[in-house]
């Protein structure tokens, strides 16, 4: 089940980072911002978190559209650490700005779905819809970046940006999608976390850090690497939290990382030059 979120969670980032050579310090964030969104629609308005999913995950798509188009496409082809500080930059005025609107208290969906039980095993039904979720977000993304006109020519951008170019194909809005696409995701994961976990400020940075190991893990730029390193992650979390004690799982999973960037920097399924 935390594999799926963990999936869900890094399949934005690392879609951002493989085609746009973006590091986007704001993509934990955005996921609080989305689950914000999400629990003050159900809380206010009496809104069912999975019928909100989609109108959330839209609105953060067009967020980030117009943040790529109009602010981050004027520096995307800078060496890598300019983008790295604007993108932090934006990060701290969209985290104090939900301290200051939303406060840091933790907010958690209650929606009394009951458990199913297995054996000696109990399982939240809410945190099983969210992972089959999870599951159905990473695999229509999938089929989008494999079917789709869109897709393909976002797949042609992240090969050869510049043989790309001379196809025809509109860089700057091809950018733009993409980090629309990466923003609408985690839009879509907001929603899920949701649903499953309290959600507060205070835990955007470890998001992200997630992120960054799943990418590690699975590859940069592959949505099939990216559900592979969040299930392993999701499993390694689990079992090592189970035998090492919960507060020493975060820090294997970054062990982890570290092992596989000296042992194989280019992830389980990601492709030479894009590590």
Known sequence: MLGGLYACIAVGFSLVWGVLNVINMLHGSLIIFAGYLTYFAWAG?????????????????????????????????????????????????????????????????????GSVVLGDIVLPTDRLVAMALAFALTGLLYAVMRASKAGRAIVA??????AAALMGIRIPRIYAMTFGIGAGMAGACGVL?????????????????????????????????????GLALGIIESFSGHWFGPQNAITIG????????????????GIKGYE
């Open 45 to 113: 308005a009496k809104i069912h978190p999975l019928v909100s999913l989609l109108a959330v995950a839209g609105l953060m798509f067009l967020f980030g559209y117009a943040l790529q188009y109009l602010l981050i496409n004027r520096v995307v082809r800078r060496p890598v650490l300019t983008t790295l500080t604007l993108t932090f930059g934006l990060d701290m005025m969209l985290y104090n700005f939900m301290n200051s609107v939303f406060e840091a208290t933790p907010r958690r969906i209650t929606l009394n779905w």
């Open 157 to 162: 951008v992240r090969m050869d940006r510049d």
């Open 193 to 229: 976390f949701a649903v499953a976990f309290p959600v507060t400020t205070n835990v955007s940075g470890l998001l992200l850090g997630k992120a960054f190991v799943v990418c590690v893990i699975g590859g940069l730029g592959s949505v099939p690497g990216a559900l592979l390193g």
């Open 254 to 269: 970054f062990v982890l990382m570290l092992i596989l960037l000296m042992v194989r920097p280019t992830g389980l399924l």
